[in-house]
């Protein structure tokens, strides 16, 4: 036999006989940390304030750090949080349960933890958490159950959650230590001969849908709505109410409120790199207040690392049926308040900030941080300045690699 | 306010009408709407003062992303 044939034929039969490497199939996931430090800083003053029955000095300072804390393993999602606001109010000393200094301290601490699952088939995201805050004279427990689902183009996202708040207004879970049995509504101090509420709990049933559409490669629009249905004490136990025949008397509410806020948004990137985002807000309820909010905020992008923020709103209100201003209620009435939030107000909120995104390793660090300043004006007088700032951090990574044999 | 929830719901069924007006984008067409300024959610550090707003007026946001109970009243 020919040696050539021989070494081609047997090159052949090699190759018939060779199988391909069983590669097998890897999968891998995507492990993500985000990890967020906030700051917010209140100052406000006005002179009407509800614990002195409308009028009196609304000077507050609130001191706001919180943390998040965002991780997801591929399909998997979960995020926590942990805040505290510590408040210093000049109105709370006119309560007067406990001796204090001209400015009393009090402090909300408040967490949430939700988790995310990620249905691919389907492109639906669902969500569950628990939430919870405490101060001294308010306890609160929230329940969260959301679903939003992305249209198979990624042209639409569909949202709904549903967010239930069970609430306990009486004082002293804080006064001798953490979690202590709480003992009573607090009430003006001139006021404790009796009791003026027989319910203590109150309860919140809030149901948000949203709807977003992609219009272009540069227009988004979206349709929020939210309704709330709320029961129980609705009133705040130490808001004073001065009469006409100059009795005093405590805020009185009916034991039901129905919430309706509907919200459409515009959000476009223009040429040059200005991203406008607008919204139009109506609210209505059945205390007889109805809201109308224009609001815009405008990301500027000077670079790519830096993004101006200036932001304006208006807001504009019609009083609730129960306001009246201090010695205008008649005793006769059978629901009546002082708040001058229930109250006919105009509002406006100008505000400025920036945005930083540092060019770091490509999966690991500081991601952005942001600076933002706001002024709010009220017509009756209330001002407020608010500086919130925050530090995002995030990592990413390949999670394990998993092999499967292929059949 | 059963006519303002009908006319509001005969709105957002007109307005996610007209969802099926718009051709999808493609990967390459997405550049600006993934931009997260774009996000309609928003970014953390706008929350304090959306959270100052509903203690401070008499309305709720539609958005709803409130984080607990709680009064912070005064």
């Known amino acids: 036999m020919n040696k050539r044939t021989l070494l081609v034929g047997s090159l052949a039969f090699s190759l018939l006989m060779a199988k391909a490497q069983n590669r097998g199939k890897s999968e891998f996931k995507v492990k993500e940390t985000e990890v967020e430090l906030l700051y917010n800083h209140y100052l406000q003053n006005g002179d009407n304030s509800a614990v002195t029955g409308g009028e009196g000095t609304e000077r507050l300072t609130v001191y706001g750090p919180s943390f998040n804390l965002k991780k997801k393993l591929g399909k998997n999602g979960i995020n926590f949080q942990l805040g505290a606001d510590i408040i210093s109010s000049a109105s709370t000393d006119n309560i007067d349960r406990i001796k204090s200094s001209a400015s009393r301290l009090d402090a909300r601490s408040y967490t949430s933890f939700q988790y995310t699952r990620y249905l691919e088939k389907s492109k639906m995201t669902l969500s569950a958490g628990l939430s919870g805050s405490i101060e001294s004279d308010y306890f609160s427990i929230g329940k969260h159950l959301g679903i939003t689902k992305t249209s198979q183009n990624d042209m639409q996202t569909y949202s709904a959650e549903l967010q239930i708040f069970n609430d306990d207004l009486r004082w002293g879970r804080l006064d001798d230590g953490f979690l202590s049995e709480p003992q009573f509504l607090i009430y003006p101090v001139e006021l404790r001969f009796q009791e003026w509420y027989d319910e203590y709990r109150r309860d919140s049933y809030n149901l948000n849908l949203g709807f977003t559409q992609v219009l272009d490669q540069r227009n988004t629009i979206g349709i929020f709505s939210a309704l709330s249905l709320q029961k129980g004490l609705l009133a705040t136990p130490f808001h004073r109410i001065f009469f006409s025949d100059n009795s005093r008397g405590v805020e009185q509410f009916p ?153 | 306010m059963n006519q303002f929830l009908l006319k509001i719901f005969a709105l957002c069924l007109l307005l996610a009408s007209l969802g099926s007006c718009s051709a999808a984008l493609k990967p390459y067409e997405r550049q600006y709407i993934n931009d997260p300024e774009m996000s309609m959610t928003g970014f953390s550090a706008n929350k304090f003062q959306h959270y100052a707003h509903a203690i401070r007026e008499g309305s709720v946001t539609a958005e709803g992303k409130k984080g607990s109970g709680g009064c912070g009243c005064n």
Do not use: C
């Not at chain 1, 806020?261 to 985002?277: D, E, H, Q, Y």
């Not at chain 1, 690392?305 to 306001?323: A, C, I, V």
């Open chain 1, 255 to 407: 034991d039901e409120r129905r919430k309706l806020a509907v919200s459409l948004r515009w959000n476009r990137f223009t040429t040059g790199g200005v991203i406008l985002k607008n919204k139009v807000g109506l609210y209505t309820d059945d205390f007889g207040i109805l809201g109308l909010t224009l609001d815009n905020e405008t990301a500027i992008k000077l670079s790519p690392k830096w993004t101006l923020l200036p932001s304006l709103r208006y807001y504009t209100q019609k009083e609730s049926k129960f306001f009246a201003p201090k010695g205008e209620h008649d005793p006769s009435e059978e629901f009546y308040t002082s708040d001058y939030d229930l109250s006919a107000v105009n509002s406006i909120t100008v505000g400025m900030g920036w945005r930083h995104w540092p060019a770091t390793r490509k999966n690991k660090g500081l991601h952005n941080f942001s600076f933002r300043y706001f002024f709010y004006s009220r017509s009756n007088g209330l001002r407020a300045h608010t500086v919130s700032t925050s530090f995002n951090f995030l990592k990413k990574r390949k999670g394990r690699e998993r092999k499967k044999k292929s059949k």
